[in-house]
């Protein structure tokens, strides 16, 4: 049989997607415990959720060092031996700070659980936060800072969120080197105690967990005392910014980072999955406009693309690219054409089924394995999305239609209503 190679291949549409079921259980101290079981493979993932992000700092950076320090010593152990005591069950452990929360987070395999959640006790109730380590943390983050800031992509990016939400607000702060460096040792263990000791969080399982393990996490985690939840440092209201577009010039820079945009909404939004399929058409994925034009036919760019990062309290659109900085404005101009475009003339109905199959085959890609799902069940656990948010995501997905696209882009990326920031020049 020969193979005809100007013909795609067949394929299937997807309309529905199917999920295991979670399980809620309550440990005796009432720790909620979700549950998700699938048994492939003798592995699991242990998920300690804190509300211990950027929103409960009374001090700038004391989240991130509050939550990387967990690991770095115990009253029993220094922290080169919690690593090797870690090595030696095959396990690793990941310490995650953001602006919403923090968590820890331990893989392993199932027949070690009784060896690692001792470990994962003492991480949560037992830290020493030694200052050598803190300071040794301390000099590899201003390290990297002052590396980072010297670059315009992530300096962009910096400028960006402090243009939509202020430079205090938790989803437009950043880590800067001068609070880093002022930052000491006591701050970080009022933050641990205020936020972290004895306060309320939650249990993600995933893997192959049977009720043996559940009665192994309860005995170790379930007896310990749990105290009131803890109110956010921070008022919800981010600052009205003025409108302006930010221009940070390096005369010996050859590029320019644009990062353009606007404060959005979250996943709650009525209109959230209009919007997600006009940015998919627009720049989320390799195909689409943006990319056709600036770095296809243009030639100004390697990538660019647009998302919408969504957060528990807000949300943003963001589109940005790196260029020569020659084409900076030409680039501009280019991606408001696009964008017109969008607004006046209806998406041809090709385009848009190619964009919604590859949407759906990428959500279908994205849960392969027990941990990606909790991953994606962590939008309703923590963001208090309805329970068949992810059953329907495909079916929304599919309910968009050519009048939602230009009326969507209308609405929420109007002329004016985009932020600009550039690094490099014009």
Same mark, same amino acid.
């Given at each position: 049989?020969?193979?005809?190679?100007?013909?795609?291949?067949?394929?299937? @549409?997807?309309?529905?997607?199917?999920?295991?079921?979670?399980?809620?259980?309550?440990? $005796?101290?009432?720790?909620?415990?979700?549950?998700?079981?699938?048994?492939?493979?003798? #592995?699991?993932?242990?998920?300690?959720?804190?509300?211990?992000?950027?929103?409960?700092?009374?001090?700038?950076?004391?989240?991130?060092?509050?939550?990387?320090?967990?690991?770095?010593?115990?009253?029993?152990?220094?922290?080169?031996?919690?690593?090797?005591?870690?090595?030696?069950?095959?396990? *690793?452990?990941?310490?995650?700070?953001?602006? $919403?929360?923090?968590?820890?987070? #331990?893989?392993?395999?199932? &027949?070690?659980?009784?060896?690692? +959640?001792?470990?994962?006790?003492?991480?949560?109730?037992?830290?020493? *936060?030694?200052?050598?380590?803190?300071?040794?943390?301390?000099?590899?983050?201003?390290?990297?800072?002052?590396?980072? %800031?010297?670059?315009?992509?992530?300096?962009?990016? @910096? !400028?960006?969120?402090?243009? !939509?939400?202020?430079?205090?607000?938790?989803?437009?702060?950043?880590?800067?080197? $001068?609070?880093?460096?002022?930052?000491?040792?006591?701050?970080?263990?009022?933050?641990?105690?205020?936020?972290?000791?004895?306060?309320?969080?939650?249990? !993600?399982?995933?893997?192959?967990?049977? =009720?043996?393990?559940?009665?192994?996490?309860?005995?170790?985690?379930?007896?310990?005392? /749990?105290?009131?939840?803890?109110?956010?440092?921070?008022?919800?209201?981010?600052?009205?910014?003025?409108?302006?577009?930010?221009?940070?010039? &390096?005369? $010996?820079?050859?590029?320019?980072? /644009?990062?353009?945009?606007?404060?959005?909404?979250?996943?709650?939004?009525?209109?959230?999955?209009?919007?997600?399929?006009?940015?998919?058409?627009?720049?989320?994925?390799?195909?689409?406009?943006?990319?056709?034009?600036?770095?296809? =036919?243009?030639?100004?760019? %390697?990538? /660019?693309?647009?998302?919408?990062?969504?957060?528990?309290?807000?949300? %943003?659109?963001? /589109?940005?690219?790196?260029?020569?900085?020659?084409?900076?404005?030409?680039?501009?101009?280019?991606?408001?054409?696009?964008?017109?475009?969008?607004?006046?003339?209806?998406?041809?109905?090709?385009? +848009?089924?190619?964009?919604?199959?590859?949407?759906?085959?990428?959500?279908?890609?994205?849960?392969?394995?027990?941990?990606?799902?909790?991953?994606?069940?962590?939008?309703?656990?923590?963001?208090?999305?309805?329970?068949?948010? !992810?059953?329907? %995501?495909?079916?929304?997905?599919?309910? #968009?239609?050519? =009048?939602?696209?230009?009326?969507?882009?209308? &609405?929420?990326?109007?002329?004016?209503?985009?932020?600009?920031? #550039?690094?490099?020049?014009?």
């Amino acid at each position: 049989m020969v193979l005809d190679r100007t013909q795609s291949p067949a394929f299937q @549409v997807i309309q529905e997607v199917r999920l295991p079921a979670v399980q809620t259980h309550k440990l $005796d101290n009432g720790i909620p415990l979700h549950l998700i079981a699938v048994s492939h493979q003798p #592995v699991l993932r242990i998920e300690c959720i804190i509300e211990a992000g950027t929103w409960y700092e009374q001090v700038p950076g004391t989240s991130f060092f509050a939550l990387k320090m967990l690991a770095e010593g115990t009253p029993g152990r220094s922290s080169a031996q919690i690593s090797e005591y870690l090595d030696r069950y095959g396990a *690793f452990l990941e310490l995650n700070s953001g602006p $919403d929360r923090a968590s820890i987070v #331990v893989y392993c395999l199932t &027949k070690f659980l009784p060896n690692v +959640l001792p470990i994962l006790r003492e991480l949560l109730t037992e830290p020493t *936060f030694p200052q050598k380590e803190l300071d040794d943390l301390r000099n590899i983050t201003l390290q990297n800072l002052r590396v980072n %800031y010297e670059k315009n992509a992530y300096l962009a990016g @910096v !400028l960006f969120r402090e243009k !939509l939400f202020g430079q205090q607000h938790p989803y437009g702060r950043s880590q800067r080197p $001068d609070a880093i460096e002022h930052l000491t040792r006591q701050n970080i263990v009022d933050f641990y105690e205020r936020v972290i000791r004895n306060r309320p969080y939650k249990l !993600l399982l995933a893997g192959e967990v049977s =009720e043996n393990e559940i009665i192994m996490i309860n005995r170790e985690l379930g007896q310990l005392p /749990i105290y009131d939840e803890v109110v956010p440092a921070f008022g919800a209201e981010a600052i009205a910014d003025d409108g302006l577009p930010v221009l940070s010039e &390096k005369a $010996d820079s050859v590029q320019s980072s /644009i990062r353009l945009g606007r404060r959005l909404f979250t996943r709650s939004h009525p209109d959230f999955f209009k919007m997600l399929v006009t940015n998919e058409l627009l720049g989320g994925y390799f195909g689409s406009r943006l990319m056709k034009n600036i770095r296809e =036919e243009k030639g100004f760019t %390697y990538g /660019i693309s647009s998302n919408m990062p969504s957060f528990r309290r807000d949300g %943003y659109f963001l /589109i940005g690219t790196d260029v020569n900085k020659e084409n900076t404005q030409q680039t501009l101009d280019e991606i408001q054409k696009e964008i017109r475009i969008l607004q006046t003339e209806p998406v041809p109905q090709e385009e +848009l089924e190619t964009v919604k199959n590859f949407m759906a085959g990428e959500f279908v890609g994205s849960l392969n394995t027990p941990f990606e799902i909790a991953d994606r069940f962590k939008v309703i656990l923590l963001d208090g999305m309805p329970a068949d948010f !992810l059953t329907t %995501y495909i079916e929304k997905l599919r309910s #968009v239609t050519q =009048e939602d696209i230009m009326s969507t882009a209308s &609405k929420y990326l109007a002329e004016g209503s985009l932020r600009e920031v #550039v690094v490099g020049g014009k």
